[in-house]
């Protein structure tokens, strides 16, 4: 796991609280990285450890990689979904598509950033939608 700042913002601290859940850790050290710079970041390789993360405090978003070595699309948006977080998570995804990923990506629950992204659309992303939490 990957800690840079307390989830929980304080009346002085009123940054917004990202978990980044990436399996590749040179991907998900850069992203954690670029995004600290506005939030309050943490990291995780896993699904299961985001889990834990979101079990002990609420992110105002998630940014979470499709392709994880512990789970799949589907079971992700389930997982996300059980913790009432998946409004609140901008999806990204790199490599080839399928004909099936290409259908299950346009039902996903939040936006879909596809990698390599511009490091401005994802912030933009990201403040879209926190704003509408």
Do not use: W
Request: hydrophobic residues 45%.
């Amino acid at each position: 796991m990957i800690r840079v700042d307390q989830m929980k913002a304080t009346s002085a601290d009123s940054r917004h609280s990202i978990i980044v859940i990436e399996d590749e850790d040179v991907v998900l050290k850069t992203l954690v990285r670029l995004l600290s710079r506005t939030y309050d970041v943490q990291g995780a390789s896993s699904l299961s450890e985001a889990e834990g993360l979101m079990r002990i405090s609420t992110p105002s978003a998630v940014l979470c990689d499709l392709h994880l070595g512990d789970a799949g699309p589907e079971g992700i948006v389930e997982s996300l979904n059980s913790l009432s977080m998946s409004q609140r998570t901008v999806f990204m995804s790199g490599g080839a598509f399928a004909a099936s990923d290409q259908y299950s990506f346009e039902h996903l629950p939040g936006p879909l950033l596809r990698k390599p992204f511009d490091p401005a659309a994802l912030r933009a992303i990201l403040a879209q939608v926190i704003a509408q939490v």
